[in-house]
């Protein structure tokens, strides 16, 4: 709802546009991060390592964005969710960011690509969680409560994901021992993937309650 006073309006909607550009870099990285694995491309797997330093800075600056914004304007109600959200999904975008270079480390310290078989269920799972963080995004992006509840609802298929992908890596270390090494690796990435999915449920919940007031966390999931 527009506000009476323009600069509010003007201020909120550059947090809001800042927040959104953000969440496009994110979903980026972990796709990038994602694609090294596949690929096993260990030059590509320190671009995405280097590339966290922009998340951060952005982190950084979409705080100290909203903190002046409730200095300058001492905002009630929506105008005051609006900007503690923001700083609060900032944060979880960051840690996106941080899981996506440590699966671009984790890449860089493998001695080998990863067999069909298992980077084939690790390359769903890491669909699963763009797809989350991508949907999340473009529900803040369109102030969207609905689909930020949609997202905040399918949590359970990354779970699920996640789950076959642990009982497949065990396997393949039960039955080949000389593979634990990039087995144990293997591991961190798909539990790196499923963690990204966490916090896209997590945006999902501010995202909803910044357009609405209310709390998803007190409502069951069906």
């Known amino acids: 709802m527009p506000h009476t006073l323009k600069a509010v309006d003007e201020d909120l909607d550059a ?128 102030d969207d409560a609905q689909a930020a509840y949609k997202v905040w609802l399918n949590d359970t298929e990354i779970d699920e994901q996640h789950d076959s992908v642990l009982r497949e890596i065990v396997g393949q270390m039960a039955s080949d021992p000389g593979s634990v090494n990039d087995s144990t690796h293997l591991l961190f990435i798909a539990k790196n993937l499923e963690r990204i999915g966490d916090h896209a449920t997590n945006i999902a919940e501010l995202v909803h309650y910044q357009i609405t007031g209310a709390e998803l966390a007190d409502r069951p999931k069906l």
Do not use: T, W
């Open 15 to 142: 947090l809001a546009h800042d927040l959104a550009a953000m969440g496009d870099l994110a979903v980026a990285q972990v796709k990038a991060s994602l694609d090294v694995f596949l690929r096993h491309d260990l030059a590509a797997a320190a671009k995405v390592v280097r590339g966290d330093d922009a998340l951060d800075l952005q982190d950084a600056e979409i705080e100290k964005r909203a903190v002046r914004f409730i200095a300058l304007h001492s905002p009630v109600a929506d105008d005051l969710r609006r900007p503690i959200a923001a700083m609060k999904i900032a944060m979880q975008l960051e840690r996106c960011g941080d899981l996506a270079k440590n699966i671009g480390k984790r890449v860089g310290r493998m001695d080998h690509p990863a067999a069909e078989s298992q980077s084939g269920p690790i390359a769903e799972l890491g669909q699963l969680a763009v797809e989350r963080l991508a949907a999340v995004v473009d529900a803040y992006r369109s």
